[in-house]
């Protein structure tokens, strides 16, 4: 299995807290570029005011650091652009109706 995909399977472990739908799913990532033992997350929130704005991101940070491959976590949380409904994947939109 590729790093990369390591890297999205601990990221769908996590959930927005208001939507039953891993961030991963969600499309609030928006980027991820590995390099060697170090990896680059672009990741957005569904608001600039949304409840975990601070634990969310450092909670992505953490679980990508259990992967014994990886040393250092970049994250850099963006808001351009804006994450809307349409970022969803298919399997998101089934699970919460839309």
């Known amino acids: 299995m590729e790093l990369k995909e390591k890297i999205i399977g601990e990221i769908k472990k996590i959930y927005d807290p208001e939507i039953p739908v891993n961030i991963y799913e969600l499309?609030?990532?928006y980027d991820i570029n590995v390099n060697k033992k170090s990896?680059?997350?672009?990741?957005?929130?569904?608001?600039?005011n949304c409840p975990v704005a601070e634990s969310l991101p450092k909670e992505?940070?953490?679980?990508v650091?259990?992967?014994?491959?990886i040393e250092k976590?970049?994250?850099?949380?963006?808001?351009d652009p804006p994450w809307n409904k349409s970022m969803m994947s298919?399997?998101?939109?089934l699970e919460l109706n839309l």
């Open 27 to 29: 499309g609030l990532i």
């Open 39 to 48: 990896v680059n997350i672009k990741m957005t929130l569904t608001t600039p």
């Open 60 to 63: 992505v940070k953490d679980s």
């Open 65 to 69: 650091m259990q992967l014994d491959e």
């Open 73 to 79: 976590v970049e994250l850099d949380l963006v808001w």
């Open 90 to 93: 298919e399997a998101a939109k």
